[in-house]
Structures are given as C-alpha cells and as structure tokens.
C-alpha cells in the first residue's frame, strides 16, 4: 500500500483557483469590431435619411422605421 491511514502532519497546499484574467491582446480586436458594428448599425436606424443617407430611396429607412421609433430617434 502506498497511501497510509494516518494522516500527515504537513497541510497539503492549498488549491484555490487562479484569479481570472483577461488578456487585453485577445480581447481587443473583438471589442474593436463590436464597436465598428455598433456604429454601422445605430448609423442605418438612426441616421441613414435624408442627406445623410448613403444608399437612395427610402427602403433602408423603411426597413429600420421600427427600431428607430423604439431607440428614440426623431423621424416624423
Ligand atoms: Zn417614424
């Protein structure tokens, strides 16, 4: 047997978890594209009419006129 039935006198060590940490590197290009994202898309339902409007028509509007209404943004 290789294990005995009294137990040592030394403390085994102590197992606690590594405090977690998040590396800047990984996490940068992905928050860099959120925000790319994040700017695309409040720009289609909050600014693309009018004058500032990139594509013609009004079928982009048309098709953000609901979640332009519900962020808040002035439309009519
Ligand atoms: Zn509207």
Not at 1 to 6: F, K, N
Not at 27 to 35: D, H, K, Q, S
Not at 39 to 50: H, K, M, N, R, T
Request: aromatic share 10%; hydrophobic share 45%; glycine share 10%.
């Amino acid at each position: 047997m290789a294990q005995s039935a009294i137990p040592s006198a030394t403390p085994s060590p102590r197992t606690d978890p590594a405090p977690l940490r998040v590396p800047v590197r990984e996490i940068l290009p992905w928050a860099v594209f959120a925000a790319v994202l994040g700017a695309v898309l409040i720009y289609f339902v909050g600014a693309e009419q009018g004058a500032t409007s990139l594509f013609g028509g009004t079928w982009v509007h048309e098709f953000t006129h609901d979640g332009r209404h519900l962020l808040g943004f002035p439309c009519h």
